[in-house]
């Protein structure tokens, strides 16, 4: 019997492992290749890696199969898989696009295909706990709004990914809370696996091996197979480990960036179908909102309001927006556990 600490320590350190050791050669092959794009936010326009995703990708995969072989659950392996399965859906949405652009609307549609595995499994309660309520009953609402969970979080994460480190940074908020959060709720019981624990560890690993290659000034940007990847996890997290509210909430900042552009713009849009930028450069290469009636609503342009920020300082503040949502979510965690323990019984 291998003992829970182990699969967990495991669960942090083979994807960490992995993805530490690929990237710099995959930096270094992708630049070879000329497969880079240009950092735009730089006086110096530099050349960085592109689609950082698939060290990610390959990482999670790679990591989920030896832990699929040395839990001994079958219950577990199948989860662990239908998680990984998700992921993997979502990357190859993201490698595609990555390579010959799918379209704004035809992209969040086939994203729907990624949260199958989830439905086919069945790894699911449609029964969302609210605090002071309890569970709910939204047994037809939550099998319709299901197939579009993953599409919504994957695109709510893709559209955050505009500067060095900000995808990265925030998804490992995001998880640190939603870790405290199914702590909270669950009991912090370390002596028992559970696999919302080992999903998320598997990501923060993911995300934090990813971010020091992409923080400021970053080596590799991510790609929609990396920001795809890491929204359909927190999208499959929220449904597998029954936390669908305190992932909402966690990701509020997230979600309210991708709603503000696409109700700005009056409907999905890619980057460059975008005439307006919602950010300029000024002349000394700091950012500053754009004076424009017609530029999309974007959490950077409420953050640079007040005036020009150095691209670090903006992600900073994304940082900041985000760690108040997930002590929010953190919150909510503490009364959905109140309300379970001691007034609905």
């Known amino acids: 019997m291998i003992f829970p600490f182990i699969i967990y320590l495991l669960a942090f350190v083979l ?33 960085v890696a592109e689609m950082g995703g698939i060290v990610t990708l390959f990482a999670i995969i790679l990591s989920s199969v030896i832990l699929i072989l040395l839990v001994q659950e079958q219950s577990m392996k199948l989860e662990i898989m239908v998680f990984t399965i998700t992921l993997t859906i979502a990357g190859i949405i993201g490698i595609i696009d990555d390579i ?18 989830i439905i086919i499994s069945g790894y699911f309660t449609p029964q969302p706990v609210l605090p002071f309520v309890g569970k709910t ?15 919504v979080t ?25 870790f405290i959060s199914n702590g909270i ?3 912090f019981q370390f ?16 995300a934090f091996s990813f971010w020091l290659f992409n923080r400021y ?39 309210m960036n991708s709603f503000g552009i696409i109700s700005s713009v009056k409907g999905l849009k890619e980057r460059r179908e975008i005439k307006v930028r919602p950010t300029s450069m000024t002349e000394d290469w700091k950012l500053q909102a754009t004076r424009d009636s017609g530029a999309p609503i ?9 005036g020009p920020l150095r691209e670090d300082d903006v992600v900073k503040a994304f940082n900041i927006l985000v760690i108040n949502s997930g002590f929010l979510s953190i919150i909510t965690a503490i009364l959905i556990w109140v309300t379970e323990t001691f007034l609905v019984k």
């Open 15 to 47: 994807p960490a492992s992995i993805s530490l050791a690929i990237f710099p050669f995959f930096i270094k092959k992708m630049l070879s290749i000329g497969k880079y794009g240009i950092d735009i936010h730089k006086k110096e326009q530099p050349k």
């Open 100 to 117: 010959r652009p799918l379209g704004a609307i035809m992209k969040p549609i086939l994203l729907l295909l990624a949260a199958a595995p």
């Open 137 to 151: 009953r939204l047994t037809i609402v939550y099998y319709l709004l299901l197939p579009f969970v993953i599409s």
């Open 154 to 178: 994957s695109n709510s994460v893709n559209m955050i990914d505009v500067y060095n480190g900000s995808m990265a940074s925030t998804t490992i908020i995001i998880l640190v809370c939603i």
């Open 185 to 187: 709720i669950n009991g």
């Open 191 to 206: 002596t028992t696996l559970n696999t919302t624990n080992i999903y998320i560890l598997i990501m923060l690993a993911a």
């Open 217 to 255: 000034p970053a080596k590799v940007f991510a790609g929609d197979t990396g920001s795809l990847i890491f929204g359909a996890a927190l999208g499959a997290i929220a449904v597998l480990g029954k936390l669908e509210i305190v992932v909402i909430i966690a990701m509020i900042p997230l979600i």
């Open 298 to 306: 974007t959490l950077a342009g409420l953050v640079l309001q007040k």
